[in-house]
């Protein structure tokens, strides 16, 4: 059964800081794997996604993740924090076509 | 191209009332899925399908029913609310193939409450 850890319900960084999220799945076979970004009061919005091809992934907003299957970790990161980024961050798996999220990690950006 | 819609945004219930949430999308999706968002819990399945005609329970199926007579349609029905049904309501759509396998789009969300 797959399943998605992510570790910390709440992150606080200041502005101009690393940010970095954890998160750990278990996947019985090579599984893709996302992140989510929510903003406030709205849905849900796609960061990056890892498909098997490279191993270190780019997305949207300067954040990055790398696929360590070793660690079974995908972990999110952004070297610069903006106030901007205060949002909630949800760690997906999926290898059956169905997506199951972590519990999500609140960001805080202090200024 | 409007992606995945959701009516109503808001919406107040008194315990044992009865509705439906509507999802809609104009991609030709063929899988659609629903979510519900609670704190500190991400977001959970409750119902899923992989075309018209054909629907799965999720994760936490009990209290609602689903149906997909159209490609474009999947209704979430909560037939009598309950307190504990409380909570923001995500309908997501993908496709079965192409470039991005497994990929979502998520609907705005129905923020629901149970009184």
């Known amino acids: 059964a797959q399943s998605v850890t992510q570790l910390g319900s709440h992150v606080s960084v200041s502005e101009g800081a690393l940010v970095l999220l954890r998160c750990n799945y278990s996947?019985?076979?090579?599984?893709?794997l996302f992140w989510y970004v929510q903003y406030p009061n709205q849905g849900l919005q796609l960061l990056l996604k890892y498909t098997s091809a490279a191993t270190l992934v780019k997305g949207i907003n300067g954040f990055e993740a790398e696929f360590k299957k070793s660690e079974t970790s995908f972990h999110l990161t952004k070297p610069s924090a903006h106030m901007s980024d205060a949002a909630e961050y949800f760690c997906?798996?999926?290898?059956?076509?169905?997506?199951?999220f972590g519990q999500g990690t609140t960001l805080q950006v202090k200024p | 191209n409007a992606g995945v819609t959701q009516t109503p945004k808001f919406q107040v219930l008194k315990t044992g009332q009865s509705m439906t949430l509507q999802c809609a999308q104009d991609?030709?999706?063929?899988?659609m899925s629903w979510y519900r968002q609670d704190p500190g819990m991400g977001l959970r399945l409750i119902h899923y399908?992989?075309?018209?005609?054909?629907?799965d329970q999720g994760e936490v199926p009990n209290g609602y029913n689903v149906s997909r007579s159209t490609t474009e349609d999947f209704p979430l029905r909560l037939l009598s609310a309950a307190p504990s049904q409380t909570s923001v309501y995500f309908c997501a759509s993908r496709p079965d193939s192409g470039a991005n396998p497994y990929e979502q789009y998520f609907g705005p969300g129905t923020r629901l409450t149970v009184t």
């Open positions: 996947s019985s076979v090579p599984p893709y």
């Open positions: 991609m030709n999706h063929e899988y």
């Open positions: 399908s992989v075309g018209a005609g054909i629907t």
């Open positions: 997906a798996v999926s290898n059956t076509g169905k997506l199951i």
